[in-house]
C-alpha cells in the first residue's frame, strides 16, 4: 500500500486501462466465476480470460476512495454475455460512481429488495451505484469493455449475497440484439 497521506499521480492508459503504476491486478477466468453463468462454459473455451482488475490501493477508511480500472474481455457463455463476479458492499451504504473508457457494456444493479436497475456503459458515461444497490458490469460488445470506478474506502467486497442465485436480470445475446432477460435462478429474498 502506498503511503496515502502524500499525494500521488498515476498515468492510465485509456483504451486499455492499464495504471501505472499499479498496486495490484487481480484476473477472473471462467473458472472463477463457477455457477454464475445459467450455463456451463464449453470445454474448448477452456479457462479463458474473463476480465482483469488493475487496482490503486489505498487505506480501507472511509476517509479515503479506493480507485481501479476494468478491463472485460468480449465473449459469452451460452447466451449470457462475459461479466464481472458482481457484488454488494460489505458496508452496505458505501456508494461508487463508474466512468465508461472503452467499448459497450451495460451496468446491472439490483438491492436486496429485488428493484434493479440497467445503465450504459460507453465511453463517457457516469453511473452512479448508490449504497445498497450490488453491481456487475457486462460487456455487450465484440470489444474490451474498459472502466474507471471510484469507491468509498471501507466499503468491501461482498461476493457471497448473489453468489448463487445472481441479480434479478441476466445480459444476453438474442437475435435483435441484447436484451434484459428475468434471471430464472432469482428469487427475491
Ligand atoms: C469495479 C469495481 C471494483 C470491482 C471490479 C470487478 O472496478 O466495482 O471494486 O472489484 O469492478 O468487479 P467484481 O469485484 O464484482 O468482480
Ligand atoms: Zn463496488
Redesign the pocket.
Known amino acids: 500500500m502506498r503511503d496515502a497521506v502524500a499525494p500521488f499521480n498515476v498515468l492510465m492508459e485509456l483504451d486499455k486501462g492499464v495504471l501505472e503504476p499499479t498496486d495490484h491486478t487481480k484476473r477472473?477466468h471462467l473458472s472463477d466465476m463457477h455457477g454464475m453463468y445459467l450455463e456451463e462454459p464449453d470445454e474448448a473455451a477452456g479457462d479463458a480470460l474473463v476480465?482483469t482488475?488493475h487496482e490503486i490501493v489505498v487505506p480501507e477508511s472511509p476517509d479515503h476512495i479506493?480507485c481501479?480500472?476494468?478491463i472485460l474481455q468480449p465473449g459469452r457463455v451460452g447466451r449470457e454475455f462475459f461479466m464481472?463476479?458482481?457484488?454488494f458492499h460489505e458496508v452496505r451504504g458505501r456508494s461508487?460512481v463508474y466512468l465508461g473508457l472503452r467499448g459497450e457494456g451495460r451496468l446491472v444493479m439490483a438491492t436486496e429488495g429485488g428493484d434493479h436497475a440497467v445503465e450504459h456503459i460507453v465511453p463517457g458515461s457516469v453511473s452512479y451505484v448508490p449504497g445498497g444497490w450490488a453491481?456487475?458490469?457486462v460487456n455487450i460488445g465484440s470489444e474490451l469493455l474498459v472502466?474507471f470506478?471510484a469507491?468509498v474506502g471501507d466499503a468491501g467486497?461482498d461476493?457471497a449475497t448473489i453468489e448463487d442465485e445472481g441479480l434479478p436480470v441476466l445480459l444476453t445475446d438474442a437475435p435483435d440484439g441484447p436484451r434484459v432477460e428475468r434471471n430464472p435462478r432469482y428469487t427475491q429474498r
Not at 84 to 87: D, L, N, P, S, V
Open positions: 477472473r476480465y482488475v479506493q481501479s480500472t476494468t464481472t463476479k458482481g457484488h461508487e453491481h456487475r458490469s472502466f470506478a469507491y467486497h461476493y
